[in-house]
């Protein structure tokens, strides 16, 4: 099972995309260099949804949008009792549900502790 997700950017303008696109959005270069999307984020916004498919074990999910520092934007749970716009989380992957035997992997944000 690989637990890592990456990033793609652009070898001619250096734009960043997740997921993986063919063609460049700013510049439609062809070639990309793959960055491991991992460390601290910030929560842009978020929203709890009590309504889910088949495979979710739960009764609700927490669902956020997060920026990097290096401007890239991703979206998967929030593993945060007080979600908070604006607050520093920390990226991991793991299983977000099983659908068909099957695991299916996606980015989990959590609390960072300050210290």
């Known amino acids: 099972m690989n637990d890592r997700f990456y990033a793609y950017q652009c070898q001619i ?3 960043l995309h997740y997921p993986r696109h063919y063609l460049c959005r700013r510049c439609g270069g062809e070639s990309f260099n793959t ?3 991992t460390g601290e984020c ?3 916004t978020w929203t709890r949804l009590h309504n889910l498919p088949e495979g979710f074990h739960q009764p609700y999910l927490t669902f956020g949008i997060v ?3 290096n401007g890239l934007r991703v979206s ?3 593993k945060v009792k007080n979600p908070q716009i604006g607050m520093k989380l920390n ?3 793991g299983q977000i549900r099983t659908r068909d035997n099957n695991i299916e992997l996606g980015f989990i ?3 960072i502790i300050e210290e």
């Open 13 to 15: 303008c250096d734009e």
């Open 35 to 37: 960055i491991l999307i």
């Open 42 to 44: 910030e929560l842009l």
């Open 67 to 69: 920026r990097y520092p």
């Open 76 to 78: 998967g749970h929030l």
């Open 91 to 93: 990226t991991t992957v």
């Open 109 to 111: 944000f959590t609390e």
